[in-house]
Structures are given as structure tokens and as C-alpha cells.
């Protein structure tokens, strides 16, 4: 994995991210200094994330990653001929969202996120000072290669609930600048026109009153910033930080930090998982919660007048 300071061409939604210093850099790793839960939650409010090198257990990242291919390959999405921990997928199998993977007998994803005395599940509880719950529905990704996720804000997709939700990107693997990462751009969980403007908006909510509001479909509006990351950052400033990660990384980020995806350029799945948690006393959206979590579909919809 690439260790020098200088970053190859990185790409997402098939552009290329612009060059230099000032557009593009990398992420700093957080918990080299093993600070305490009041210097986290210090370095959240002025960094918008938390990048902890090492702090999951590389068996249990692994073991996840073994089962989440095991049921690809039951599935007979992946090439035979390739070592099953390669992920390599089958010719013309085009993968991105796996949800169902994560939700039907997976023990070792499950384990790895939402154990009660597990170290991700025992980090929030430090983190948020008090009991926590996490969503239900598991975001699990196995990315063919080709494009990554367009710019955007998790607070318009699960913003029914409390603001003081966070995100954890945990990668099921080596990723390298190659395979593709997440990508997020600096300070922008600061930006209050954006917080007023798009981190208002609710993707299931639609205009009651109007018969043709596409807004009402399961497949409304999608949410995406950009697909351009280099108009977003141009718009909002500063730059997007990355890195190459390894099994035992992962990311906390909070609901008005703007994050992509980078392009997958190999041969082989980018197998990640985004799950989410928050204080029990808070409200929780009730899209994500349950045995079967209604989500974006018709259940999940809420109408307004407009």
C-alpha cells in the first residue's frame, strides 16, 4: 500500500479529483495519541470525524469479510477461478448495494458491528457518555469496480431522528488508493448555508398536494450533492482528505459532513459497511429501526403540504 505523502490520480463518479495541496490531501489518524472521550469528542466538533487506525480487531474485520463473500459466492457472483478473499467478481456481475447480506444470517458482520461489549459498540458508548443504540439496518457495500457513491450528507437520507447520530465507515479489507475508499471533504460539517439549505431536506418526504410529485415513488429523490467533486468542493471549500485503509480502520463521521465514494479501478469488490449510532435517550428515525426497517420505500414516505 502507498505510504508516500504524494497521492496518485484519485477519481470519483468518473473525475478526476483536481491536484495540488490545497484540493486534496489526506486523512490524519486520530487515535495515535490514544486521547481520551473528552479530546474525541473535541477533535469531532472541530475536525467532523474520527479516523482510528488499528482499533477494530483484524480476525473479526476478516471473519466479516469471509462470510460477506461466502455469500456471494453461494450466490455465484464471484469468479470461481480467483481465491474467495480476493472478492474478484464474475464477468458482467455488477454489484454495489448489499443490504441483505448484512441482515440474513451474517454472525461475524453482526458481532463485528453491534456486539454489546464488542470495541465499536463499546467505543460510542465511551464517546456519547451514556447508553446508545445503533440503527438495525446495516448500509453494506460490495462495489464492483467502476464508479463510486456521488457526494452527499447522511442528515437528508436519516434526519427524523436526533442531529447527534453518527456514521461509522468500517472497510471489510485492504482498500487501497486503487480499490477506492471514502473520501471527505475538510470542514464542511461547518458549513451553515449548506446545514440551512440542503441539510433541511428529508429524500421521503413529497408534496401532498401534488398528484405528480415524483418525490412520492419509493424511487424519489436520490439526495446527491454532486456527482462532480470537484464543483462540490469548489462550491464549499476545502479539501478531500483520503486514505488507503486497512482491516481494524474505521471512520466516525457526523450527519453534515460531505463524503463520496472513489471510483473502484480494479479487478476486485470494495466490500465496506456503514452502520449507525446514537444516544438510546435520543429520538431514533423510525426508517432504520425494527426487524424489518421500512427504509426508502413506500412505508418510509412522508407526505407535506407544499
Not at 37 to 62: A, I
Not at 208 to 235: H, Y
Request: one cysteine or more; glycine letters at 10%.
Amino acid at each position: 500500500m502507498t505510504t508516500l505523502c504524494a497521492l496518485p490520480s484519485l477519481y470519483s463518479c468518473g473525475h478526476e479529483i483536481d491536484g495540488g495541496d490545497d484540493k486534496v490531501g489526506l486523512l490524519h489518524s486520530t487515535y495515535d495519541a490514544r486521547p481520551d472521550s473528552e479530546s474525541l469528542r473535541n477533535r469531532m466538533t472541530e475536525d467532523g470525524y474520527l479516523f482510528l487506525r488499528d482499533y477494530l480487531k483484524k480476525d473479526e474485520v476478516l471473519a466479516a469479510r469471509h462470510r460477506v463473500l461466502e455469500q456471494l459466492a453461494a450466490e455465484g457472483q464471484l469468479d470461481p477461478s480467483a481465491p474467495l478473499m480476493e472478492g474478484v467478481p464474475k464477468p458482467g456481475k455488477n454489484l454495489f448495494f448489499q443490504p441483505e447480506l448484512a441482515q440474513k444470517n451474517n454472525p461475524p458482520l453482526q458481532h463485528l458491528l453491534y456486539h454489546p461489549q464488542g470495541r465499536l459498540m463499546s467505543f460510542f458508548a465511551s464517546f456519547l457518555g451514556g447508553e446508545i443504540r445503533h440503527f438495525d439496518f446495516t448500509w453494506l457495500r460490495c462495489i464492483s469496480p467502476g464508479m463510486g457513491t456521488p457526494s452527499h450528507c447522511d442528515i437528508v437520507y436519516m434526519g427524523r431522528g436526533t442531529r447527534k447520530l453518527y456514521t461509522a465507515w468500517v472497510p471489510l479489507g485492504d482498500v487501497d488508493f486503487q480499490l477506492g475508499g471514502l473520501m471527505i471533504l475538510e470542514g464542511s460539517h461547518k458549513n451553515e448555508r449548506l446545514q440551512k439549505t440542503y441539510g433541511q431536506r428529508d429524500v421521503d418526504t413529497y408534496c401532498s398536494n401534488r398528484l405528480d410529485d415524483p418525490a412520492k415513488t419509493a424511487n424519489g429523490l436520490n439526495g446527491w450533492l454532486s456527482k462532480n467533486p470537484n464543483t462540490i468542493r469548489q462550491s464549499l471549500g476545502g479539501r478531500w482528505l483520503t486514505s488507503e485503509y486497512r482491516p481494524g480502520d474505521m471512520i466516525v463521521f457526523c450527519m453534515d459532513m460531505v463524503h463520496c465514494g472513489m471510483d473502484n479501478r480494479s479487478n476486485r469488490l470494495r466490500i465496506s459497511s456503514d452502520s449507525r449510532y446514537q444516544l438510546a435517550s435520543e429520538p431514533v428515525d423510525e426508517r432504520w429501526v425494527g426487524d424489518t426497517p421500512p427504509g426508502h420505500s413506500s412505508a418510509g414516505k412522508r407526505g407535506r403540504i407544499c
